[in-house]
């Protein structure tokens, strides 16, 4: 994809002036130059050209905030004044992967005050003999040298200052904190209730059995008086019916007349 189209999709119906990131990766440059970007994205910060074939960063525009800028596998070799002429806080630069073979092709980045970190890697350049010293020598504001500072001491994984995470990271950490503690609560919440579930299954379990236990007694009385009145079955009526008196606390008329006859 040209890289005036490839601009065109990026901005989205967007202003240039409104864009502070924009990454322009593996569209096609013609010429080896940069074409379509202008001064007026005046406000962008962060500039991506990775592998877009460059030979030459003469026709990159005037972008006094830019601070990171990746250059990344093009085929540049010199013409490095134009980024301290136009673009004055640059920050980052990487420019791994070109043509880049001399100490002294790096002397114009002297003018970039604020730039701390560089990178070279797969440069030609690198292969020099005490190649980290003379960079460092020649270029003291660099904090950070393809990845390492002077000390041999490995950059972090990202600067808060030039990507402007340091606040959202303390906020998305304070935010992580409180959700901890809340998730703490819902859990504590989640085992006082399975315990006081556990607790009414017990008191229904008990209940359940006393109720068995009244079922078995009830079965048991009712079992005793069938056998009483089965036995009651057994014996002659007048028996029974005599039985049935002294059970009600009566006297049998025929034991009453007997006596009278006596």
Known sequence: MEMKKRLTLELRNKKPGEVKELVLDNCRSDDGKIVGLSSDFENLEFLSMININLLSVSNLPKLNKLRKLELSDNRISGGLEVLAERTPNLTHLNLSGNKIKDINTLEPLKKLPNLHSLDLFNCEVTMLINYRESVFSLLPQLTYLDGFDAD???????????????????????????????????????????????????????EEEDGVDDEEEDEEEDGEDDEEDEADDDLPRGEKRKRTLEDEGEEDPEDEEDDEDD
């Open 152 to 206: 041999d001491q490995e950059a972090p994984d990202s600067d808060p200052e030039a990507d402007g995470d340091g606040l959202e990271d303390e906020y998305e950490n304070g935010e992580g904190e409180e959700e901890d503690d809340e998730e703490e609560e819902d859990d504590l919440d989640e085992e006082v209730i399975d315990d006081e579930e556990d607790e009414d299954d017990d008191l229904e379990g008990e």
